[in-house]
């Protein structure tokens, strides 16, 4: 079952106690969850992996190496709703060196109308 990762699982160096009891150094890398299940958990028993995470993210372990992160819908679609911003914010920021073109509001208006009445017509 999901189990809370050890933040003293692991010193500064990243040596490590394997199963054999010996130890062993690693390239440590950052995971960005508190609980940890391994495939063969997540396959025997997934409801109980969404239990115990509680709603929190967990990391998908295969021979101890994070292959996946499994998330809640909520967090996932709030992740891709933050992703679309970013992008829609880039997006603002490199049409702001655009050169801008000045147009009053009777411009802008006669425009639309004009826009509206080809649509009309094409109808």
Do not use: W
Not at 18 to 27: I, M, P, S
Not at 103 to 111: K, M, P, Y
């Amino acid at each position: 079952m999901p189990r809370v990762m050890p933040s003293e699982a692991a010193n500064a160096e990243g040596a490590m106690t394997n199963d054999k009891g010996t130890c062993e150094v690693r390239e440590m890398k950052s995971l960005f969850a508190r609980l940890a299940a391994t495939i063969s958990e997540l396959k025997a028993n997934p409801n109980e992996v969404l239990n115990q995470a509680n709603g929190e993210p967990v990391v998908i372990l295969s021979h101890n190496k994070p292959r996946a992160y499994m998330v809640p819908v909520e967090t996932f679609e709030q992740m891709q709703e933050q992703l679309e911003d970013y992008r829609l914010l880039l997006e603002a920021r490199k049409r702001m060196d655009d050169e801008s073109i000045p147009v009053t509001i009777n411009e802008l208006r006669a425009g639309i109308q004009e826009k509206s009445a080809q649509g009309v017509e094409q109808a």
